[in-house]
């Protein structure tokens, strides 16, 4: 098994920036992608960002990008997600994911561990 553990979520203003971390352990295997999703109150879970086993590639939702930067250190088996200009509609519940691929994936059915999320809030 794997788990996965979000850190750095809370409180921002409109705006602001937050940044997000995924600590990965457990079972080690190789090349795997990571992605981040995310879930609003009434909302389906919706893809943010993913990033490739190397990080050479990397794809965004519309809705961030040019705003959100995802990057990861292997050493360190953690993902990370640099969110910057804050908008209130990005509040959500933010989840990590890691898909045993090694290339950027979107679509939630082909992740196969989650994290247990960290809320991000963004007031207007």
């Known amino acids: 098994q794997v788990q996965l553990v979000e850190s750095g979520g809370g409180l921002v203003q409109a705006g602001g920036s937050l940044r997000l971390s995924c600590a990965a352990s457990g079972r080690t295997f190789s090349s795997y992608s990571m992605g981040w999703f995310r879930q609003a109150p009434g909302k389906e879970r919706e893809f943010v960002a993913a990033i490739s086993w190397t990080g050479s590639r990397t794809y965004y939702a519309d809705s961030v990008k040019g705003r959100f930067t995802i990057s990861r250190d292997n050493a360190k088996n953690t993902v990370y997600l640099q969110m910057n200009s804050l908008k209130p509609e990005d509040t959500a519940v933010y989840y990590c994911?890691?898909?045993?691929?090694?290339?950027?994936?979107?679509?939630?059915?082909?992740?196969?561990?989650w994290g247990q999320g960290t809320q991000v809030t963004v007031s207007s």
């Open positions: 994911a890691v898909a045993q691929v090694p290339t950027v994936v979107t679509s939630p059915r082909r992740y196969d561990y």
